[in-house]
Structures are given as C-alpha cells and as structure tokens.
C-alpha cells in the first residue's frame, strides 16, 4: 500500500521534471530579447541547466547515503522551487543563469532517484510503471508551453516562473507530510540500493558488451540533445522561419509534446509486436525524413503537422532503446542505464550549446538539417548494433551446435 501511495507522488515527480524540462525552451523567445542576449547565450542557458542536471544525477546516490532519500527529494524540490521563485523576479542575467543551473540539480536528482525507485520495486510491471511515468512527463511538458504561450499572450510570461515554484512547493508539501511509516519504507528502499549496487560494482563487461555499450552511450547523447534541441529551440525556430507570433511559436511545444504523450501510450506495445530493432529503425528513419520536410516547407499548417509527426517518431526511441540495450547487456541493468542517462545528460548539455550556436550563426535552416543530421546517427547506430546482435547470435548458435 506504502509503495503505491509513493508511486503516485513518483508520478507527481515526474510530471515536474517534464515541466522543467521544457519551461526554459518556451520562454526562450521572450526571455533573450528581456535581456539583450542571442540565440547563442539561450544556448549556454540550456547547456548550463543540463550540466546541473547531470551533476545531480551523479551526486544523488552519495546524497541519499548521507541523508537519506526523502530528505534527498526535499532538497531537491526546495532548490527547484526557490530557483524558480528568483527566476520570476527577473534578475540579472548572472542570477538567471545561477538558477536555472540550481533547477538543473534539482531535476537530476529528482529523475536518478525516482527512476531507481521504480525499476527496482515495480517486480514483474517494471515496463508499465516506467511508461506510466514516462506519460506524466510528457503531461507536465504538454501543459506548461500552453501555459507559457497563454502568459507570453497576456505579456505576463514571468509569471510561468511562479507557477511552477508553486506547484514545486505544492509536491514538496505533500512529500514532506508523508506518513512515518514511509521513512521506514524509504530506508528498506536505500538499503536494498546499497547491496544491489554492491553487487553489480563487482562485475565486469565483457569486450562485446563493452561494443555495444559505446554504440548505445553514442545513441543516448545524440537523442537526448536532438529531443531537448527540438522542443527548446522549436519556438525560436518557427518565429525566425515563418515569422508568427511569440505566443503562437510557444504553442508548438504542446503540439509536440501531445505528439509524444499520445505515442507513449501505444509504442511498448508496437515494439513488442514487430520487435525492437525494426521499430527503432522504423522510428529513426521517420523523425529524419520529417525534420528534412521541415526545413523544406514555410506553411504553418504543414510546419505542426510536421511537428506533431516528429514528436510521434521521436516518442518510444529513449524507452524502446533502453530495453534493447539491456537486453543486449543482461544482468547489468542498473548500471547500464546508470550510464546511458548519464550519456543523455552529457549529450543534453552539450548539443543545447551547439545548437544555439547554430542558430545565432547560420540561422534556421542549416540548424534543421543539423537535426537531421543528428537522426542519421541514430539511424545508423541502431542499424550496427542490430548487424553485430545478429552477427554474435548466429556465431552462438554455431557454436552450440
């Protein structure tokens, strides 16, 4: 009963974290122009909100042994909610950067933790409760670019800021008065964390586990950059491309979220049926052909609905590839996704500033086929991973022959 209860504010969690991730990239519009900066600087905004997130994913197990992992949560919504308190204020541009990397911390713990949480007391449903939260992410990162255009329409934008430290404080409030019994709960929890990854330090990858662990910390950098490149640049992209409205560019993001919310409801089962390598190349292919139409069309109506198929294409590549990849590299499933979200934080970062430094220096265009470009690596990773699986399936079966 305890868990399902802390499963429902995992989902809160998480539904925090998809608005987090996607509030800074609908402001962007209106927030440089506030501050005199380019596209290069929202940029190093983004970069740096990453560079806090990836920070928090790797401090967040020392933090929960030291703490504990309630008080570690605590900490962390306290910072998310004080950063976005500051942030609507409209500071400085230094205070502005410092806060959005306090709300990058934040969010990584927040996300290391939870996802932990679920994967190892989910038992048999590990699947379904990852989706479930994978869907409350898309929900929180559907709602607050629709949030934020009607904010930016109303020419109160600041006011997004305030919303989502409300919100913050609101989920603090509810974690902080959890029953006592949970804390014990949560202890049970830490401890089971503390053997499991005592035991899975000792053990090693092999030479061809190691191969394909490079192709997936390859796929999982340029994915995390090209999702979070194209829901926080794709506002500025519409304005500069098809000159629309600041409110109207802030609404695509919803479209592209809804995209992705709908299609997590179905991909698990799609992928199961025509299996996972066909559906990630099927997917891969497709988000490259669309952002290629993109780049080629300037009508409005034919820009979201480009938008929308993008964001269907893009919606079970991070949770399908995670699966394919432990299931290439068995027995190692806490530590390789460790890893790989570790290379999609580092990639998230890192290609947030390149982009805004593409977008500051040769405009829409160019930075759309970068996007493409960005998809054909994927595309081509999934197709040598699936060449080498085949490859060691077959040498296996001739040697069990």
């Keep these: ?83 976005y308190a500051m942030m609507g204020t409209l500071p400085v541009w230094g205070w502005m950067v410092t806060m959005t990397i306090f709300v990058g911390f934040g969010s990584g713990i927040i996300e290391s933790s939870i996802g932990a949480f679920t994967i190892e007391f989910a038992e048999a449903q590990k699947a379904v409760a990852m989706t479930k939260l994978d869907v409350y992410f898309g929900v929180g990162s559907l709602l607050i670019p629709a949030l934020a255009s009607l904010y930016i329409f109303l020419n109160v934008w600041q006011l997004s800021f305030y919303t989502v430290a409300l919100a913050t404080l609101l989920l603090l409030l509810f974690w902080i008065t959890m029953p006592a019994d949970s804390s014990a709960q949560l202890r049970r ?46 506002p500025s992209i519409l304005i500069e491309s098809i000159s629309i409205s600041d409110s109207a560019a802030s609404l695509s993001v919803t479209f592209f979220w809804a995209a992705m919310t709908i299609g997590r409801l179905f991909v698990g089962r799609i992928a199961e049926s025509i299996r996972y390598v ?55 499933t806490e530590r390789t996704t460790s890893i790989l979200i570790a290379a999609g934080g580092i990639g998230g970062s890192v290609l947030q500033y390149v982009i805004g430094w593409s977008m500051a220096n040769w405009s829409v265009g160019p930075t759309l086929w970068v996007f493409a470009g960005f998809s054909l690596v994927l595309l081509i990773s999934i197709a040598f991973t699936s060449q080498w699986s085949t490859s060691q399936a077959k040498l296996t079966s001739r040697v069990q022959s």
């Excluded at 504010?9 to 900066?37: D, N, Q």
């Excluded at 662990?213 to 490149?229: A, H, K, N, P």
Aim: aromatic residues 14%.
């Design 278 to 332: 066909p559906f990630l190349i099927g997917s891969s292919l497709g988000m490259m052909l669309m952002i290629i139409g993109l780049a080629l069309v300037s009508h409005p109506v034919a820009m979201y609905i480009l938008i929308f198929a993008i964001g269907l294409f893009m919606s079970g590549l991070f949770s399908i590839a995670l699966v394919f990849a432990n299931s290439l590299i068995p027995g190692m």
């Design 1 to 83: 009963m305890m868990l399902k209860r802390i499963f429902g504010l995992s989902c809160g969690f998480y539904f925090l974290i998809g608005i987090t991730s996607v509030l800074l990239g609908a402001l962007l519009p209106v927030i440089l122009p506030h501050y005199g900066k380019d596209y290069s600087d929202g940029g190093t905004l983004l970069f740096l909100q990453f560079m806090g997130f990836l920070v928090g994913v790797v401090v967040s197990p020392s933090l929960s042994a030291w703490v504990g992992r309630k008080h570690m949560l605590l900490i962390a919504l306290g910072a998310i909610t004080i950063a």
């Design 189 to 234: 929890i830490q401890e089971h964390d503390a053997d499991h990854t005592g035991a899975v330090v000792k053990r090693k990858y092999s030479g061809k586990q190691l191969q394909f662990l490079s192709i997936f910390i390859l796929f999982f950098f340029v994915y995390m950059g090209l999702e979070l490149g194209v829901m926080n640049f794709l």
